[in-house]
């Protein structure tokens, strides 16, 4: 059997001990000349240094995203610059705005000099931006009427809203930024979600700002309570009696006795009504068609509860003897 050969290239123990010295020596030497050098005054560097813009909440927002830092360079003991270019336990400086919507903007020279004396014990050599550029807009409340989102909901077939849309509460109010505030519309459209609705309505809606908007504008209403009755137009038809006008002897119509119906979408809550009309094809001669010799039927009366009424046949034939 043949011995198995011990690899030349294997590390002593010996070699291996004296390279962890080596290795030990280099990082104590390392850390040894960080610090030492750390230590030492009269750097220079570049960092963003945080800032936190102060002002009454409850009478103004920002528009839109407001600086959280400034470039600045500063000079010093190597460990102040080091906490502050990695922001260990950096207080924010604080900017306070009285009146925030008045301008958009702050120089940055008005306030180097409270900056250099925050920034302490390192120095302020200089502010690297001119400006903070930020917008706010004052706080405004407003009232709007809510109203039937019309492409959210669908009535059942021949099917109509019975009077008014009832909310409660019948005012929606928003509250927002006044350059977004202002160009809402004096109505708020209320989402149903439902489809067919063919029975007295009444649900509780949550209220949703338009995600465009969701960031800026609170809804104080968060719902409301919607109802509203509905009722159907009927379907019907009838036949006609005829009544003819300003007829001449020798006229007659090409079938000697017409069936004349109409078809018509009826009111439901107007039956009775509907009952005691007498309604009549009536076909006035002086109205005729010469060139085709035809009339059009016209039918009377016309109640405004009945819709889409359609008369067939729409003409009658004239025959001359």
Known sequence: MSETKKSSKRISPKKLSDLKVVVLCIAAATTFWILNALNKDD?????????????????????????????VEISGNGWDLLRKYFNFNNDPYLIE??????????????????????LTPTQLVSVVNDSLKYQ????????????????SFSLATNYRIDGQVNFSPDVIRLK???????SIGAFFPVKLDESRINTPFEKTIDLEVPSELADLV????????????????????????????????????????????INYLLDER??????????????DYYKRNKTDSTIAIEVQPQPN????VTVNPPLLKLKYE
């Open 43 to 71: 750097y220079n560097t570049i960092v963003d240094f945080p800032v936190e813009f102060v002002y009454n909440d409850s009478l103004y927002m920002p528009i839109g995203r407001i600086p959280n830092s400034v470039e």
């Open 97 to 118: 705005l009285d009146n925030p919507s008045a301008r958009r903007f702050i120089l940055t020279a008005d306030i180097k000099r409270s900056l250099g004396e925050f």
């Open 136 to 151: 706010f807009d004052k706080i405004e409340v407003i009232q709007v009427r809510p109203i039937l989102d019309s492409s």
């Open 176 to 182: 927002g930024p006044s350059s977004i505030i202002d």
């Open 218 to 261: 609170v809804l104080e209403d968060e719902s409301l309570r919607v109802n509203f009755d509905v009722y159907a137009f009927l379907e019907g038809n009838k036949r006609l009696k005829i009544k003819k006008i300003n007829f001449p002897r020798n006229v007659t119509f090409t079938d000697p006795d017409p069936l004349i119906m």
């Open 270 to 283: 107007r039956v009775d009504d509907f009952k005691e009309l007498e309604f009549e094809a009536v076909l």
């Open 305 to 308: 509860y009945m819709e889409q």
